[in-house]
């Protein structure tokens, strides 16, 4: 069974940073592409930034320069660190199986930037 956990949200003031976790189980971690997607209040999902198997990293314009993902195969962790936050980065983060949207998410972590 395909299992993501998140952690690492919180609340903190714009330009604030947070380091978002994602542990997961379940499958062959470094076989897959891994990606951050978030879900603000009243709003669709949003692709934040993938990372490929071999480390290559693509991000939204939103987000570029400011978050950064990386991932520990060791670990079968997946990371990303958020800097320079913005109120507009207040959402639900999710993990997600594969490029884009992914296929599996997990349970989301909220991170809350207040101005």
């Known amino acids: 069974e395909v299992q993501l956990v998140e952690s690492g949200g919180g609340m903190v003031q714009s330009g604030g940073s947070l380091r978002l976790s994602c542990a997961a189980s379940g499958f062959t971690f470094s076989t897959y592409h891994m990606s951050w997607v978030r879900q603000a209040p009243g709003k669709g999902l949003e692709w934040v930034s993938s990372i490929s198997v071999g480390g290559n990293r693509n991000y939204d314009d939103s987000v570029k320069g400011r978050f950064t993902i990386s991932r520990d195969n060791n670990k079968n962790t997946l990371y990303l660190q958020m800097n320079s936050l913005k109120p507009e980065d207040t959402a639900l983060y999710y993990c997600?199986?594969?490029w884009g949207l992914g296929d599996n998410r997990g349970q989301g972590t909220q991170v809350t930037v207040s101005s």
């Open positions: 997600s199986r594969g």
